[in-house]
């Protein structure tokens, strides 16, 4: 069974739908980039897997004993979210949160996978530092290492890279292809840097006027992939 079934999803607010009849399967291990024109829902998209809003029509199905509290999530950043005052290793704890249940306290078993995660993006010297004075690139390693908190199988990321310089942002992909291949992590990514996608993605869920999903090499040659492509991505 997949690990995340959409079947014929229609997403949207108030009732108006901006993306309708969205089907698609992740499997176990898969890598799965969203892309699509600025716009399009992709965020919009990724709330509704995580339950945050509901679909006006369709269903989401789980499996392999995953459960909603147990994916985790990267969204996008705020300006008030980077000047959040805690340390390192609180906001990397705080992605044990699902994993708490009743017990109104972290842990052993907590603090020990916020360590190891830590140590496992490689900011352990900033563990006791303040989150607002680190650059974006180490803001962005702290919250996936907080997102890997709450998981063991499947990461939703949402544009990790925006506003990195390309040092850091080849970087982050390079630990996300790392997470996905090495330990076997399946990942869920929206970018709008369609180069990388291509690169890394095993599969293309292409949303907007024209939806797509499928392997990478079969959206090359797609209609909607070689349409995409022709205008260089979203980025025109």
């Known amino acids: 069974m997949a690990l995340l079934t959409c079947d ?3 997403l949207g607010y108030e009732g108006k739908a901006i993306l309708e009849h969205i089907s698609f399967e992740v499997h176990a291990g898969d890598y799965l980039c969203i892309v699509g024109e600025n716009g399009s829902g992709k965020s919009t998209l990724m709330k509704t897997i995580l339950g945050l809003i509901h679909p006006l029509k369709g269903r989401i199905l789980t499996g392999d004993g995953l459960r909603q509290s147990e994916i985790g999530y990267l969204p996008q950043q705020t300006v008030v979210q980077r000047d959040f005052p805690a340390s390192v290793y609180e906001i990397v704890l705080s992605g044990c949160q699902g994993r708490q249940g009743l017990r109104p306290f972290y842990g052993k078993a907590d603090k020990a996978l916020a360590w190891e995660n830590i140590r496992r993006m490689e900011i352990e010297p900033l563990a006791r530092r303040c989150y607002r004075e680190l650059s974006g690139g180490q803001q962005q390693r702290v919250l996936l290492a907080r997102a890997l908190c709450a998981t063991k199988k499947l990461l939703l990321l949402d544009e990790p890279v925006a506003g990195l310089d390309p040092k850091v942002t080849t970087e982050m992909y390079q630990l996300i292809a790392a997470l996905n291949r090495r330990d076997g992590i399946t990942v869920v990514m929206i970018s709008h840097d369609l180069e990388a ?4 993605a095993t599969h293309i869920l292409h949303v907007g006027a024209h939806i797509y999903f499928g392997p990478v090499e079969d959206y090359l040659r797609s209609e909607t992939g ?3 492509l ?4 979203n980025n025109k």
Do not use: I, N, P, V
């Open 8 to 10: 014929d999803l229609s």
């Open 197 to 200: 996608a291509l690169r890394d």
């Open 226 to 228: 070689a349409h995409y």
């Open 230 to 233: 022709e205008r260089g991505g």
